[in-house]
């Protein structure tokens, strides 16, 4: 399995990004797909998941209401639209892939398998 993101960079606050994770290797029928983002000297956190199957969503707390994660099967891509961003939101951002996650544990980082290089948003004015 193999994931690439994509699609980080500078924007002002209270503006957009849409990140984007390309998935190839597997089915992923029974997969949970899943973003993390860590800043310096902290441990990686979770945004925000979504199930292959079913497209159960899970967001952490402080991004409910701006951020929303997809899902396109036949791309095999899952994206995290991200409005209203704040300064704080700055970090670099993971996707990652899990398969057999049950749903209380959709945030815990280490049942994920398998992770993407980050790729980095900078929220500043």
């Known amino acids: 399995v193999q994931l690439q993101a994509s699609g980080g960079g500078l924007v002002q606050p209270e503006g957009s990004l849409r990140l984007s994770c390309a998935a190839s290797?597997?089915?992923?029928?029974?997969?949970?797909m899943g973003w993390f983002r860590q800043t310096p000297g902290k441990e990686r956190e979770f945004v925000a998941a979504i199930r292959w199957s079913g497209r159960t969503t899970a967001y952490e707390d402080s991004v409910k209401g701006r951020f929303t994660i997809s899902l396109d099967t036949a791309k095999k891509t899952v994206y995290l639209q991200m409005n209203s961003l704040k300064p704080e939101d700055t970090a670099a951002y993971y996707c990652?892939?899990?398969?057999?996650?049950?749903?209380?544990?959709?945030?815990?980082?280490?049942?994920?398998?398998?992770w993407g290089q980050g790729t980095l948003v900078t929220v500043s004015s």
């Open positions: 990652a892939a899990g398969t057999g996650i049950i749903l209380s544990e959709i945030r815990n980082r280490a049942r994920y398998t398998y």
């Open positions: 290797g597997s089915t992923f029928t029974y997969y949970s």
